[in-house]
Antibody, heavy 122, light 108 residues
């Protein structure tokens, strides 16, 4: 069965960076784009972007361009999202999610990781 | 960016009743690029409906989606205890992908 397992909670200081991992199993890693979505405490969902695990190509929401780095390691079926120059506004649960479509981006997210809480505090 | 407005913010209903959730877009959604997700406390969202009306794998048929243009609806017939949760609509007609603010369905 498809599984997406994320790395554990992080506490960071303002100005630092955080890197969240998303290890997948149960399907062909290179066949489906992986998206990153975040959710601030008590708030709604915010899409950050996706990575094509096959080519490494990315599509990042304008809001996060220059601060988000999405990468992947196909040899271990894992995607990564690094967010730099953290502020308190970046405190949120970060989710990875699989695109439902094979070979392209449909932006419909059928499997999700369990979420990684990133807390930014001095 | 397309803004999605969900209404009501909270819906108080009893098990067995029907829930009707609204999602209104600030611009026309093309190609039926609208989905619905359910989220329970402490859990990741779960895909319910995509392409306006297509149920995701394993989603019971009491969940249905409809709409076009700028107005979309998620209907839950005969609410079950496990349906009480927060529901989000999502558009992928235009970049960036955006989500609505959510509707909480709570037990009355």
């Amino acid at each position: 069965q498809v599984q997406m397992v994320q790395s554990g909670a992080e506490v960071k200081k303002p100005g630092a960076s955080v890197k969240v991992s998303c290890k997948t199993s149960g399907y062909t890693f290179t066949g489906h784009h992986i998206h990153w979505v975040r959710q601030a405490p008590g708030q709604g969902l915010e899409w950050m972007g996706w990575i094509n695990p096959n080519s490494g190509g990315t599509n990042t929401a304008q809001k996060f361009r220059g601060r988000v780095i999405m990468t992947r390691d196909p040899s271990i079926s894992t995607a990564y999202m690094e967010l730099t120059s953290l502020t308190s506004d970046d405190t949120a649960v970060y989710y990875c999610a699989r695109d439902i479509c094979s070979g392209g981006s449909c932006n419909e997210l059928d499997y999700w990781g369990q979420g990684t809480l990133v807390t930014v505090s001095s | 960016e397309i803004v999605l407005t969900q209404a009501p913010g909270t819906l108080s209903l009893s098990p067995g009743e029907r829930a009707t959730l609204s999602c209104r877009a600030s611009q026309t959604i093309t190609s039926n690029y609208l989905a619905w997700y359910q989220q329970k406390p402490g859990q990741a969202p779960r895909l319910l409906i995509y392409s306006v009306s297509r149920r995701a794998t394993g989603i019971p048929d009491r969940f249905s989606g409809s709409g076009s243009g700028t107005d979309f609806t998620l209907t839950i017939n005969r609410l079950e205890p496990e349906d009480f949760a927060v529901y989000y609509c999502q558009q992928y007609s235009d970049s960036p992908v955006t989500f609505g603010g959510g509707t909480r369905v709570e037990i009355k």
